[in-house]
């Protein structure tokens, strides 16, 4: 491990003295925006498909079947919400 970091700082003073700084910023930055774009999407996706999971469940209606699903439907909406995480993931 010490190996790593004498082998990282050596890297670095190499980049100083020969001027490549810009060719690693710019990929570095790059990489920064991309990551943000990539969880700002996923977190909308995460947020479109609980809804639309919980649009395909039945509601209305009479009897055991429509008291029950009208009952579960906070727990379904939380499933669907923990299905959309794993999508997304």
């Known amino acids: 491990m010490i190996s ?3 082998a990282y700082f ?3 003073g190499l980049v100083s003295k020969l001027r490549l700084w810009k060719y690693f910023l710019l990929p570095g930055i790059l990489s920064i ?3 943000f774009v990539v969880i700002g999407l996923a977190f909308g ?3 479109w498909i609980g809804p639309t999971i919980i649009g395909f469940v ?3 209606g009479e009897g055991w079947f429509s008291e029950w699903l009208n009952s579960s439907l906070p727990f379904l909406e939380k499933a669907s919400s923990v299905l959309a995480g794993i999508l997304v993931i």
């Open 45 to 47: 996706v995460f947020a």
């Open 10 to 12: 050596e890297a670095i």
């Open 4 to 6: 790593g970091f004498k």
């Open 58 to 60: 039945p509601s209305g």
């Open 33 to 35: 925006i991309f990551a």
